[in-house]
């Protein structure tokens, strides 16, 4: 299987080389935009787009935003720019949301992982430059900012198209999304173009090699359908977990891995996300032995047990297999690993 996944990622590039010169080529020329080229106005008023990989959350009867489901980058969701504060039920922190139905269905998304209205978009040149309005002199005064090319960004509404610019909302050192400008050559829209670095992000954090390989297939045909890509290589990779704990100031990452043992009398969930809302990927028993990399600094409160009246109290314990565990089941040990 790896000789197998080494000969399409080496055919894969090949036929990267030869598409991305011919992209570099055709942004290089002169635009001469028609109307073909931009996208109906109506679009924004309707989509919000994740620049980042983030997650949705739900609005509970108790108030609080309970985590739901993660997003990628490139993601959309119905825009309705319809927003609120709210307390996040996994660390009791007060943060923003929007109100956004994805399939339909009624949820809301942290405002650090997105904007809108907007469309998605990709970087399809090396180093783009970052401009802080439309022209060619409006650099940040703390030194040029640019973008490595396939970084997803989300394109705001084209009433603001000059000839050589268009605005964008992208991700920019630990902060919410920032409203830029690039220039026109050093973007595109193409929906097979963002489909195609969506699926090869996807594929670039997949564990399962099957998985990687069809998900890298499917990248390829999306390509061959009118990409201006091959093969593209994630830029960055973010963990939605530990990227929103860091965020808001509630990560400690551990100098170095740190040995803990299950205390509890019954079996303890491997959480996904730091929430008892989010996935179980498994049990952990009493007396297992785990590593942990990462610990969240707010102390919260559990609901109770079914019987007791008790509730757990405690940090999120990040484990190096990349699950989380409630620290009320669990304790530090010198027992060697």
């Not at 699950?323 to 027992?335: G, H, I, K, L, P």
Request: proline share 4%; with cysteine.
């Amino acid at each position: 299987m790896n000789r197998i996944l080494a000969l399409i990622i080496i055919v894969l590039m090949v036929f990267a080389f030869g598409c991305a010169k011919n992209s570099q080529d055709n942004n290089s020329a002169d635009h001469g935009h028609t109307e073909e080229d931009f996208i109906d106005p109506a679009v924004f008023s309707n989509l919000g787009v994740f620049v980042i990989d983030g997650s949705y959350s739900e609005l509970r009867d108790d108030g609080k935003m309970h985590w739901k489901a993660g997003a990628n980058a490139g993601d959309t969701f119905e825009w309705t720019g319809e927003s609120r504060e709210a307390v996040r039920a996994y660390d009791g922190a007060t943060r923003n949301f929007y109100r956004a139905y994805s399939n339909g269905q009624e949820l809301w998304v942290h405002d650090y992982f997105i904007a809108g209205p907007a469309v998605p978009a990709v970087i399809v040149n090396d180093d783009a430059v970052l401009y802080t309005k439309p022209d060619l002199s409006s650099v940040a005064r703390s030194g040029i900012v640019t973008l490595p090319k396939y970084t997803i960004v989300a394109m705001l509404n084209d009433e603001d198209l000059t000839d050589d610019f268009i605005p964008v909302a992208a991700f920019l050192s630990l902060a919410l999304p920032a409203e830029r400008w690039v220039r026109l050559k050093d973007i595109t829209w193409e929906p097979a173009s963002v489909g195609t670095v969506k699926l090869a992000r996807v594929a670039s954090v997949t564990k399962n090699a099957a998985a990687r390989t069809e998900l890298l297939k499917n990248a390829m045909e999306m390509a061959e359908g009118g990409s201006s890509f091959g093969y593209v290589p994630s830029s960055v990779n973010y963990n939605p977990a530990l990227f929103e704990l860091e965020m808001t100031g509630n990560l400690e990452q551990l100098n170095s891995h740190m040995p803990y043992v299950i205390v509890s009398h019954d079996t303890v969930n491997k959480r996904e996300m730091p929430s008892v809302d989010s996935a179980a990927k498994g049990t952990l028993s009493q007396g297992d032995l785990f590593m942990v990399l990462y610990k969240t600094k707010q102390t919260i409160e559990l609901e109770a047990p079914d019987g007791e009246s008790e509730k757990p109290k405690g940090v999120w314990l990040g484990a190096d297999e990349g699950y989380w565990v409630f620290s009320a089941y669990a304790a530090e040990t010198d027992y060697p690993y």
